[in-house]
């Protein structure tokens, strides 16, 4: 049974740094699809960033590129996102996703495998 559960959110500044975590157990093989999704009050969900099982970044919102950087520890099946520079619309909640089968797509419906998120609120 997969589990996955993120960490490090929470309430900063504008222009402040948070980074995320996501430790997973469940999964029996090393280099799943993983990906940080965000999803603000009112609005979709949406993709932030994802990788493939290589350590391959798939994806980076237009809106993050340059401030936010996700990693992965392959071994552990870990992930992880570096946000800096933090605007108030990063403001959301922020979920870590994993899909087990071939390929990393693109929606958030083709992700099975969800963790129960964690705020991130950016004041200006």
């Known amino acids: 049974h997969v589990q996955l559960v993120e960490s490090g959110g929470g309430s900063v500044q504008a222009e402040g740094s948070l980074r995320l975590s996501c430790e997973s157990s469940?999964?029996?093989?090393?280099?799943?699809?993983m990906g940080w999704f965000r999803q603000a009050p009112g609005k979709e969900r949406e993709r932030v960033a994802t990788?493939?099982?290589?350590?391959?970044?798939?994806y980076v919102h237009p809106s993050v590129k340059g401030r936010f950087t996700i990693t992965r520890d392959k071994d552990k099946n870990a992930l992880y996102l570096q946000m800096n520079s933090l605007r108030p619309d990063d403001t959301a909640m922020y979920y870590c996703?994993?899909?087990?089968?071939?390929?990393?797509?693109?929606?958030?419906?083709?992700?099975?495998?969800w963790g129960q998120g964690t705020q991130v609120t950016v004041s200006s």
């Open positions: 996703a994993v899909r087990l089968n071939t390929g990393c797509p693109t929606f958030p419906r083709d992700f099975p495998y």
């Open positions: 990788m493939d099982g290589d350590g391959t970044i798939i």
């Open positions: 469940g999964i029996t093989y090393r280099g799943p699809c």
